[in-house]
């Protein structure tokens, strides 16, 4: 089973700020991984997907990168409905499908 | 719009059962993989199960901590997934969300849309 780690656990930040969120995955997995947005008391919200693609509708001021084991979510300047909970997930060996254990980005 | 609802959710004691539903409207609900995925109280996102849609002949999979005692299922007519879920455990418990992969015709990639969840409890 692939674990995916994601750091920091949380992040505190200011709006206007940037945000760097990490996930690092145990083992290779190319660019199948998807990020995911999950508000208080909501379901998740698909964001990017592999590694690099804006899912529909998503601002562009979220940006996904890397591939093989390590990867990054930016979201270049936070607006206020971007404090959240982020995961990650990779589908490249499965099942199971794995996610990562989330970051918390949390206002200053 | 894609649409997913989920239902069948409820308290229920150790090594009790509950079916939970979900009905998707606004995509052509055949061909794509749906999946569960739960939440414990608190805790992050675990994958359940998946199903495949018409391009992959409708196989199943699941997480090992529920191979065996939980079984996915599709009516394609009513475009309903369901989730039998037996010898249920303490540790089952948590939001059980149904979602949609992002591609037709293929196997797990990325989940798209998500129903709003419905809360399975168990305890005695």
């Known amino acids: 089973e692939i674990v995916l780690t994601q750091s920091p656990a949380t992040l505190s930040l200011s709006p206007g700020e940037r945000a760097t969120l990490s996930c690092r995955a145990s083992?290779?997995?190319?660019?199948?991984l998807a990020w995911y947005q999950q508000k208080s008391g909501q379901a998740p919200r698909l964001l990017i997907y592999?590694?690099?693609n804006r899912a529909t509708g998503i601002p562009a001021r979220f940006s996904g990168s890397g591939s093989g084991t390590d990867f990054t979510l930016t979201i270049s300047s936070l607006e206020p409905e971007d404090f959240a909970v982020y995961y990650c997930?990779?589908?490249?060996?499965?099942?199971?499908?794995?996610f990562g254990g989330g970051t918390k980005v949390e206002i200053k | 719009e894609v649409q997913l609802l989920e239902s069948g959710g409820g308290l229920v004691q150790p090594g009790g059962s509950l079916r939970l539903s979900c009905v998707g409207s606004?995509?052509?609900?055949?061909?794509?993989?749906m999946n569960w995925v739960r939440q414990a109280p608190g805790k992050g996102l675990e994958w359940v199960s998946a199903?495949?849609?018409?391009?992959?002949?409708?196989?199943?999979y699941y997480a090992d901590s529920v191979k065996g005692r939980f079984t996915i299922s599709r009516d394609n007519s009513n475009n309903i997934l369901y989730l039998q879920m037996n010898s249920l455990r303490v540790e089952d418990t948590a939001v059980y969300y149904c979602?949609?992969?992002?591609?037709?015709?293929?196997?797990?990639?990325?989940?798209?849309?998500w129903g709003r969840g419905t809360l399975v409890t168990v305890s005695s």
């Open positions: 199903m495949f849609g018409g391009g992959g002949g409708g196989g199943t």
């Open positions: 979602a949609k992969d992002r591609i037709a015709m293929t196997t797990v990639t990325a989940l798209d849309s």
């Open positions: 997930q990779q589908r490249s060996n499965w099942p199971p499908v794995t």
């Open positions: 592999d590694a690099s």
């Open positions: 083992q290779g997995v190319s660019n199948y």
């Open positions: 606004g995509f052509a609900f055949k061909n794509y993989a």
